[in-house]
């Protein structure tokens, strides 16, 4: 059975603080690992990895893939209270059917 | 980008009574649609697929005489939650399969709150 697990679960930090976001996964047909912001409603795409080592960076935040250790991280660089949410992490082993991790919940206090 | 709306965006119903919910494609065809439950401070739970002009497919666990689903075009699906119960209330997120492969388009969620 596909299987995504995230790390940690609950997280808190201040403003201005670097935090790291793990994925880590076990699926039978690897295509990609997609990340989501998800604030009040619906999931925001932030990034979509399909390959090993290569970083994916948007403004303060940044994500790579390790395919041989089956795990991705997010990176969030100088946090802002406007980063409190969940993070998802999610594997769509076929066309869009994904296996959502459990999420992180960040909260960012000033 | 591609944009999902869902209709309505809260909804709050008595016990036994049914509620549909619209997913829509705006501005593209999504032939294959996802419906997901999320309860607070979890994870979405995909519920079933739902392909444009065939039965949809369910999850295990999920009751599909519950949750009725109909995808009679391609920029419409509809989640229909018959008998509502209060264990039903939760938050309910479609998605339509994107361009790019693999990338999902997220509806803004429908809160369902049954009394």
């Known amino acids: 059975e596909d299987k995504v697990v995230q790390s940690p679960l609950s997280l808190v930090v201040h403003e201005g603080d670097t935090v790291t976001l793990n994925c880590s996964y076990e699926?039978?047909?690897?295509?990609?690992l997609l990340w989501y912001k998800q604030e009040k409603k619906a999931p925001t795409f932030l990034f979509m990895l399909?390959?090993?080592?290569i970083e994916k960076k948007s403004g303060r935040l940044s994500s790579i893939l390790d395919k041989k250790e089956l795990f991705s991280i997010l990176n969030i660089t100088a946090t802002q209270t406007g980063d409190s949410a969940i993070y998802l992490c999610?594997?769509?082993?076929?066309?869009?059917?994904?296996?959502f991790g459990d999420g992180t919940t960040l909260t960012v206090k000033p | 980008g591609a944009v999902v709306s869902q209709h309505p965006s809260w909804v709050i119903c008595k016990s036994g009574t049914s509620v549909k919910i619209e997913c829509r494609s705006l501005?593209?065809?999504?032939?294959?649609m996802f419906w997901y439950r999320q309860f607070p401070k979890q994870s979405l739970m995909l519920m079933a697929t739902?392909?444009?002009?065939?039965?949809?497919?369910?999850e295990q666990g999920v009751e599909k005489d519950k949750f009725l689903i109909n995808h009679a075009s391609l920029t419409l699906s509809t989640l229909t939650v018959t008998s509502a119960h209060p264990e039903d209330s939760s938050f309910y997120i479609c998605?339509?399969?994107?361009?790019?492969?693999?990338?999902?388009?997220f509806g803004p969620g429908t809160r369902l709150t049954v009394t």
């Open positions: 739902s392909n444009e002009g065939s039965k949809a497919t369910y």
């Open positions: 699926v039978t047909n690897f295509r990609s």
């Open positions: 501005d593209f065809q999504a032939t294959t």
């Open positions: 999610a594997v769509p082993p076929n066309a869009g059917k994904s296996t």
């Open positions: 998605s339509a399969l994107g361009l790019v492969a693999y990338e999902q388009y």
């Open positions: 399909t390959s090993s080592g």
